[in-house]
């Protein structure tokens, strides 16, 4: 397993024991990381923050496309603990194969 994200995250994910972690703080630092990451073959899980996972998003679509299917990518939450409303729909819909559909208020 590997972590990218900042580097709080990146801390308390490699003291719970995952192999390896990137600290990053832009665009730039983000696509190096992930880079050598997608060149480590004995990862199969990266966990990544959304905050700088919108950096790389076309990276990994673009993995995904060519057949690519490890590190499998999971997008986490940064430390502020939020995460964009289409990052979560994202996720749910590859965890259980349905779109969420947005409540209209009344």
Known sequence: MAIIGDEETVTGFMLAGVKEG???RDAFETEKALKKVFNTPDIV????TSDV???VR???SDRRNMGEFYPIVVEIPPKSGKMEEDVIRMIVRRAV???MEKEESA
């Open 22 to 24: 990137h600290a990053v």
């Open 45 to 48: 899980v990266l966990f990544i």
């Open 53 to 55: 996972a919108k950096y």
């Open 58 to 60: 076309q990276l990994i």
């Open 97 to 99: 194969g349905v779109d």
